[in-house]
């Protein structure tokens, strides 16, 4: 090899790296979004239609007695989170991870996928607005699929598991009733694969995946796989949406 060949070959190999790591560096789930955005145009302004409900009330001047948490994991935490965020009764929504080890709750750690961790969201909320119940259903019809087994949409890997993380025993009984129900009326062609495990932690995920979807409604991932989570909430449980915030 020439000189000259050596030196466009270097330059040739760090133009690509260059491009390459952030791609990379962001995962499946970006470079899925940015693939399929490009054909979702119909769908895109539907999306543009949507209403999304600024930031949550918080849970200053509730006593600790007075809320209630529930743990979810149900594929990438950006979307999921956001559906909840749009509920009534639903006071804090935080996108992290469930599952594995304080020391392994970091993204690109936990993006390996054998860290034992979910992407999970815990939802702090007003049992005197919206039950368990209520966000259980929410949960398995529309914030994700409860029958795709270790991935959701093009995410895939144990870190995007469907999971309940039950704090409670009365909590683990309404998860597995609820499931069976699901089950019995044959709301879905294929077996519901969520685990159903005790909460052992909850560890809250880096800043910048917080509020991702509300801070970030452009971005091509959220375009094409969370926006129309939204627009199905929308339509189907009107009544639970949090009005004029």
């Not at 054998?114 to 939802?123: F, K, N, R, S």
């Not at 019995?184 to 800043?207: H, N």
């Not at 979807?213 to 189907?236: A, C, E, G, S």
Request: aromatic share 12%; with cysteine.
């Amino acid at each position: 090899m020439t000189n000259r060949s050596k030196i466009f070959f270097s330059i040739s190999t760090l133009i690509l790296i260059v491009f390459i790591l952030p791609l990379s560096a962001q995962g499946e789930r970006e470079m899925a979004g940015n693939a399929a955005v490009t054909s979702g145009g119909m769908e895109n302004n539907q999306n543009q239609m949507l209403k999304i409900r600024g930031p949550l009330p918080g849970i200053d001047g509730y006593k600790a007695e007075a809320v209630e948490t529930a743990v979810f994991a149900g594929g990438c935490f950006w979307g999921v989170e956001a559906v909840f965020e749009q509920l009534q009764g639903v006071l804090d929504v935080e996108s992290g991870y469930s599952g594995g080890e304080a020391d392994t709750a970091q993204y690109y750690v936990v993006g390996s996928g054998t860290t034992g961790h979910a992407e999970a969201v815990q939802i702090i909320y007003d049992p005197k607005q919206i039950d368990y119940k209520t966000l259980l259903e929410v949960f398995f019809t529309v914030a994700h699929n409860p029958t795709e087994l270790n991935f959701q949409g093009p995410d895939h890997g144990t870190q995007y598991r469907s999971a309940v993380f039950y704090l409670n025993q009365s909590q683990k009984t309404m998860t597995e009733e609820f499931i069976d129900k699901l089950e019995m009326e044959g709301t879905y062609s294929d077996k519901i694969v969520t685990e159903v495990s005790p909460l052992k932690a909850f560890y809250k995920a880096e800043d910048y995946h917080q509020d991702f979807l509300r801070l970030n409604p452009d971005y091509p991932y959220i375009v094409y796989w969370d926006l129309p989570k939204l627009r199905d909430l929308q339509m189907m449980y009107p009544e639970l949406l949090a009005a004029g915030e």
